[in-house]
């Protein structure tokens, strides 16, 4: 298995693909990339996952930037949201986050933040690489080696922004007094989450919460892996259940009846929750800038929700930096991913489960209803998603051919791989940014029709790969 190396950043197997050499080589050239723009004051905020390769490889990392003089300012084990945010509110010009994020145990990476907060953009990403392609790399002496300190100040502060926000009544959701199961994945959101829920007044139960970093099941929150999840919902009488993945970016819910809520539809109550809140206030900040930023691989749903409030949707390219640039670029109020990413700009220009809990929370306890009646609420989809290992074909080339062969019948959108759209449904086929596969996702009315599209079109790659 090779490195991965994305807008995402890089992620690998540790002991094959990722080795300490690989770290020290991308860490150095991240400090060099970081020293060029700020040669006065370089600082970076460092912040791992909690995995149990992490503090290996944030001990290289850590060692390696010091050795560049880059000053290094360790948030230990904390969601990457967290580290974005530090860096957003300080003076520091990057920062990484050690994590891969869903991928397995045996993975793991490092995310590279600019001074925004936000991932490193393509262009951004091209300069990078190229410095760590050189391998020319200048160690300093012992007067110019940087400076490291300890700084654990930042999941609290995380908190009391979150808890801060403008959208928050925070006495309505405590009125609620929800009874709420958390799976972190023994990941960085084992202290943060159950911290805020009972901050919110909620009962917690707790379930696999320990930042140990062994994983109590595959990481990816997704249905198939959240059957613990589900079970002890019911169990506890629960009336909802939340799942993070290991650097707390993903949320995803679980129902009082211990069934899933759609991890699209995190995206959408989040949404449907700011565009509410903005037209019932009327706030005069809004004027022309009720916008909301999404994906190309997110549900139809939002655009549903932001056309009852009048407010403009706008699709990127998959990847959160896509989407928190174009955010950024149009003062929207709102966007994220529907894998379970919720960006809000006036916390942070990055995915956020921390964000996103207390923004359900609150939905619901308007709501009124239970979390299945809320979701009954909303319009109604159902995705499917798919994958392909790539092997030796060439994703560019199949994607081509299936345009071709659709183009009379569906709107085509090659920003990021190929996406058509039917009346009825659409399919959105792309390669994966951190695993080497090619990614077919198809959404229609029901499940049985978004299944037989993603068929039908796996079909369609595998003739066209056997023909190359």
């Not at 040669?39 to 990392?61: C, E, H, K, Q």
């Not at 939340?242 to 993903?250: F, L, N, S, T, Y």
Request: glycine share 10%.
């Amino acid at each position: 298995m090779s490195l991965m190396v994305s807008i995402s950043g890089i992620r690998g197997i540790i002991g094959d693909s990722l080795t300490p050499d690989i770290a020290v080589r991308y860490a150095a050239a991240f400090g060099k990339y970081c020293k060029r723009r700020n040669p006065d004051n370089p600082t970076v905020m460092l912040g791992r996952d909690g995995r149990v390769s992490g503090r290996i490889l944030a001990n290289i990392v850590s060692s390696t930037l010091l050795s560049v003089g880059v000053h290094v300012r360790a948030l230990g084990v904390c969601p990457t949201p967290t580290i974005q945010l530090a860096v957003e509110h300080t003076n520091a010009v990057g920062g990484i986050s050690v994590t891969a994020s869903h991928n397995p145990i045996e993975w793991n990476g490092l995310k590279f933040l600019g001074s925004s907060g936000m991932f490193l953009d393509a262009d951004e990403n091209m300069e990078f690489w190229r410095i760590a392609d050189s391998n020319d790399f200048s160690y300093a002496g012992w007067q110019g080696l940087g400076n490291h300190a300890a700084d654990d100040s930042w999941i609290q502060r995380h908190l009391e922004l979150v808890l801060a926000l403008k959208y928050l009544d925070i006495e309505i959701i405590r009125k609620r007094r929800f009874k709420v199961v958390a799976d972190c994945i023994n990941g960085s959101g084992g202290v943060i989450v159950p911290d805020l829920l009972r901050k919110l007044g909620c009962t917690v139960t707790e379930l696999n919460c320990d930042v140990s970093g062994v994983f109590a099941h595959a990481p990816e929150p997704i249905p198939e892996n959240l059957g613990q999840l589900c079970s002890k919902v019911r169990d506890e009488r629960a009336d909802i259940g939340i799942a993070v993945d290991p650097d707390g970016d993903r949320l995803v819910l679980i129902t009082e009846k211990g069934e899933p809520y759609g991890e699209e539809y995190t995206i959408a109550s989040a949404v449907k929750f700011v565009l509410r809140k903005e037209t019932d206030e009327r706030r005069p900040e809004a004027g022309n800038r009720k916008r909301v930023v999404i994906n190309l691989s997110t549900t139809r749903a939002v655009e549903d929700i932001a056309r009852e409030f009048g407010a403009e949707l706008i699709r990127t390219p998959v990847g959160e930096i896509n989407v928190a640039k174009r955010m950024k670029e149009t003062n929207a109020l709102i966007g994220g991913e529907g894998s379970g990413g919720i960006i809000l700009p006036v916390v942070h220009l990055g995915r956020d489960a921390i964000v996103g809990i207390p923004l359900v929370l609150q939905l619901l306890a308007e709501h009124g209803g239970s979390l299945s009646e809320l979701k009954a609420s909303l319009p109604q989809y159902a995705i499917c998603k798919g994958k392909i290992e790539l092997g030796n074909m060439s994703p560019d080339a199949v994607l081509s051919k299936i345009r071709a062969a659709s183009d009379s019948h569906g709107k085509a959108n090659t920003d990021d791989g190929l996406r058509i759209d039917f009346p009825e449904y659409w399919v959105h086929l792309r390669k994966s940014n951190t695993e080497p596969i090619l990614r077919i996702i198809a959404e229609a009315k029901t499940p049985k029709e978004a299944e037989d599209v993603v068929q039908r079109f796996r079909k369609d790659v595998e003739q066209i790969a056997l023909k190359m």
